[in-house]
């Protein structure tokens, strides 16, 4: 692969975290594109999920159970130990809410729910976990598309961006290492790139 990754960035792995539609993958590939052109060549993980709902036939969203989420939580805790800088769409924050939502709904125990949070709170009491991570949360601000994957109850994805929140709290990440988007996509792309030290403009 030509080109450099991230490593002359200070953030080698930039997550984007929110609920389901909220703009997440769009944005991952459009700046994955403007990344590219600048030469920084890097990972981009989209797909873990889909994957699984593929493969696995697990199920996701107001349907999660335990299987589900401690495949997806895996997934995203490997693509960390396997990956020294990369893209992804999702994280630890997102299956963490989702787990908690479906436990509020009676899918998920108590068991698995109770895992999951001490995996999650063990994973982030090591500042070496987080500190070179770029946590980009994505509020809500648009109408859910349907892409035949994820929910689209309202109600459901203003539970999780809330439960979001909550994670990005328990997991007591820097403010440095948090950034909140809003506005169009162009408008969401630079704020990513501004906050890695890279302008906009397009070759």
Do not use: W
């Not at 692969?1 to 960035?9: A, F, Q, V, Y």
């Not at 995996?119 to 987080?130: G, I, L, Q, V």
Request: glycine share 6%; net charge neutral.
């Amino acid at each position: 692969m030509s080109g450099e990754g991230l490593e002359n960035l200070k953030f080698k792995r930039i997550i984007l975290t929110g609920a389901q539609g909220t703009g997440k993958t769009t944005i991952l590939n459009a700046l994955n594109e403007v990344l590219v052109e600048k030469g920084h060549n890097i990972e981009v993980l989209t797909e873990l999920v889909r994957k699984l709902v593929k493969e696995k036939g697990i199920r996701i969203n107001e349907d999660a159970v335990d299987a589900s989420q401690y495949m997806i939580f895996e997934g995203y805790l490997n693509a960390f130990k396997t990956k020294d800088n990369y893209l992804s769409d999702r994280g630890l924050t997102d299956v963490l809410s989702y787990t908690i939502s479906g436990y509020q709904d009676d899918m998920i125990t108590r068991k698995c729910l109770s895992k999951i949070i001490k995996e999650f709170k063990e994973f982030f009491n090591n500042p070496d976990n987080y500190k070179d991570c770029l946590y980009v949360y994505f509020p809500i601000e648009f109408d859910i598309v349907d892409d035949g994957v994820r929910s689209t109850n309202k109600f459901y994805q203003k539970q999780i961006d809330q439960l979001i929140y909550m994670a990005l709290e328990m997991a007591n990440i820097p403010e440095d290492n948090i950034l909140v988007v809003t506005g169009t996509v162009k408008n969401r792309v630079k704020q990513i790139l501004n906050k890695l030290g890279l302008n906009y403009e397009r070759s």
